[in-house]
């Protein structure tokens, strides 16, 4: 059975921490991933562990790791390599490039190299048509790939290297991902400093610009806020909330006047008699 680190110990406090007392199996999915990020799948030791943490019993936790497709429970690559074979893609040549990689890699769907270096797998939809055929690395986008396009991409994992995802952050591995997923920080140095969003997905706000369409009073530079000013609008808007409660106090069960029972028997009776 595997014995936790304390690092992931201390991370899952950190994680119950977040919801309400009486709420606390609300944490559940974060952890599953957090177990995932020390082993590489969701193991029945990180089950137990899960289970322990909550309060929760093994049947109740291995329901949610095995309904959700981002929890592996067998020992998974460094990087999952997802082919989206939906509809639009396919059509655009999506299981075509499955198929070139199946057959390079020699492994089917759900399966892993002999070295351990990558897992294939079909996806249904990776919720990214405008640029199919797509396919992801550990949920990173790589945009209309052709089989050669792909088979550069395993090919430079498997040596060592780490291509730049046509969207987003900086490549990582599956163990790095998973921390994320849990709702961690990627410390690694310029992790979020590189990628974009890509031209289609700006589409819509080109559009808006040429018809001169915006939200009234966007700001197009106002900044991110931080964690504090967010907290700090997030108690204001609440505070706002609960003295608008406090001066229009809600209905209650009293039905209204109209609603007596003296006037409803009247009304029938005089539709009884205009019959």
Known sequence: ???????????????????????????????????????????????????????????????????????????????????CTNTMCNVLGGQEVYDTLSEHLGVGHDETTGDGKITLEHAECLAACDYGPVMTVNYDFFDNVDPQAALGVVEELRAGGRPMPTRGARLCTLKEMAVQLAGFADEREGAVADGGPGEPSLRGLRLAEQAGISVPGFDPNTPIRSKAEADQAAAQAKAAQAAGVAANPPATDRKPAGDEAGAQQRNLKEAEAQK
């Open 1 to 83: 059975m595997t014995v936790f680190t304390e690092e992931t110990r201390e991370r899952a406090r950190q994680i119950i921490a977040r919801y309400p007392a009486d709420r606390s199996r609300s944490a559940l999915l974060p952890l599953l991933h957090l177990v995932q990020s020390e082993e590489g799948y969701v193991s029945p030791a990180g089950v137990e562990f899960c289970a322990e943490v909550l309060g929760l019993n093994k049947a109740q936790v291995g329901a949610v790791a095995t309904f959700y497709t981002m929890y592996k429970r067998k020992p998974t690559g460094d990087y999952l390599v997802s082919v």
